[in-house]
Structures are given as C-alpha cells and as structure tokens.
C-alpha cells in the first residue's frame, strides 16, 4: 500500500509542477491518504452468515463522488481540515469480476476526520445489512434443505447435505454430476415474494465451490398467474471456495415477478481440472434478498 501513496504522491507532485511552470501563481496541492484495507462486516442471529465479499469502496462527500477504489486503497483527499466522507461497500455482481457495483443491501459507513497535507489516516469501515433488507430464505444447510425440488425429471438426481469440504459450519449442499446424469436442475421447493415494491434490489447470495459449470436462475409467476423463466448467469468451474452476488432486481421488474423458485443448472460438459466422468458443486450461506 505504500507504493500506491508514493504513485500517487508522485503524480500530484509532476502534476503541480506542471502546472507551476505555466503559472507561478498555482501551487500543488499534497492529498491527505485515507488507507482502507477492507471493511468489517457483521449480521444479526436473524441473518445467517457474516459472510461477504466487499471488494471495492465507494468514497463520497456531500454527495460529491470521490472514486470508487478496489481493496485494500488508498484514498487521496485534497484539501485541509475537517472532512466527512462516506464509504459505499462495493461488490462485483454476476460472479464477475468486471461488474463492479454499489450494494445497497449493506449499510454505509460515515467517517470524519482532519485532513492535513502528505498525512496517512488509516480506517476500517463497518458496515452490515441495511435494515430494509428483508430476508425470503436463508439457508446454511445445518438443520435441513430448502432446494428439494426436482426439475430435471430424474428422481435420483438432486443436492444433498454433505460433511466434506464445507465453507463454514458442518454442512454444505452438494450436487454430483455424473455420465449417467449429466446435467442436473434443482430449485427451492418454495416459490418467494413478492417482489413488486417501488425501488426493489433483490439479490440471491451464496458461497460456492465447483468443478463444473453452474447456471443460476429461476422460475417465476406474474401478476397474471403466467409463469416466467430465467436463467440469468454461468458461473464458471473454480479452484475453492467464492461468494457470488446474483442480482435479479431488473429480471424481476421486467417479468412482473411476485413470486420465485430460485434454480441451479449443473452440467458435467466443461469440468474443470479433472478429465475424469464427474463433477461437483457445492454450496453455502444462500440467501435471497430484498427491499
């Protein structure tokens, strides 16, 4: 982090002479460095998991947008005495690293402090579930399996509870692709909403380990009782253990959608790293969300 505040003192220093040398009058201005590494992030009993994926911070002031800065950061803050800034935790949607996005689900996180030129100030922001968030499912897999449903029409394929490999806790859901079924299709045995609200995010969360492709969706009802569908991503096979932020808040607009089964796809074509005739898929920490 330290060679990123030179850089960045570097540049404000050429930056200053340049614009010394076409006016004696302009003097550059030294940044105070506000140095965030990662924000801190808790829930309640009610809500599952403490975990997360925040991979960027959002930085304003008096609603004037500052940057938006990967973790761990590096903040140049130009300008002396006191300021306030807020910090937005950033996520990056779709299982994609190039989506970056402000979650609104998560509380923001309001610091004020001196500023003084060529200054380092370090901070660890706090943030949480904003307390509009509502909750359609959570599940951990400890005490049971809310994705029972069978929507590939073969009775023996489906996700189990397993003890081997978990993220946290003592189970995880897990499904096995085979030759002899190849690709699987499970959903929540309950259908969610509704979603309708004026200004509704809805993102389905998880963490996920997988040597196969993985596609996420859903099928849903409109308000006229028709069913929609939706495959909306393709998570690609992995090397351990990910967190995942799907957001469905404009398929859900669009299809009109009051009511959901979330669903997962498994293929055994395009394993990952084993030339061999299975696949696996695990899970954790699912949750819908919304407000």
Not at 23 to 29: M, Q
Not at 91 to 117: C, H, K, N, V
């Amino acid at each position: 982090m330290k060679g990123n505040k030179n850089w960045l003192y570097l540049c404000f220093v050429v930056l200053g002479l340049g614009l010394y040398s076409c006016a004696d009058k302009w003097e550059a201005e030294i940044p105070t460095f506000l140095e965030i590494d990662e924000f801190e992030f808790t829930t309640t009993d009610s809500q599952g998991s403490a975990s997360s994926f925040i991979r960027d911070v959002w930085v304003y002031e008096n609603n004037s947008f500052l940057g938006a800065y990967e973790l761990p950061a590096t903040v140049p803050i130009i300008g002396e005495g006191d300021r306030r800034v807020t910090l937005f935790p950033g996520i990056r949607e779709d299982g994609s690293s190039e989506r970056p996005r402000l979650l609104f689900l998560y509380e923001t996180d309001t610091f004020s402090f001196t500023a003084q030129a060529g200054e380092e100030i370090y901070y660890k922001p706090k943030t949480s579930y904003d307390t509009r968030t509502q909750f359609s499912f959570i599940e951990d897999f400890e005490d049971g399996n809310l994705f029972t449903a069978d929507l590939d029409g073969q009775e023996e394929s489906k996700m189990v509870r397993t003890t081997e490999n978990v993220f946290e806790g003592n189970f995880s859901g897990q499904i096995t692709v085979t030759d002899s079924f190849p690709v699987i299709v499970v959903g929540t045995s309950n259908a969610y909403g509704p979603f309708l609200e004026r200004g509704t995010q809805v993102f389905f969360e998880f963490d996920y380990n997988c040597t196969v492709p993985t596609t996420i969706g859903y099928i849903g009802r409109d308000a006229q009782g028709l069913q929609v569908d939706f495959l909306k991503v393709t998570l690609l096979p992995t090397e351990g253990w990910r967190k995942a932020y799907i957001n469905f808040s404009e398929e859900f607009r669009l299809d009109q959608v009051v009511a959901a089964q979330m669903i997962m796809r498994i293929d055994l074509d395009g394993r990952f790293g084993d030339p061999g005739n299975s696949g696996t898929a695990l899970f954790d920490n699912c949750k819908l969300i919304h407000f």
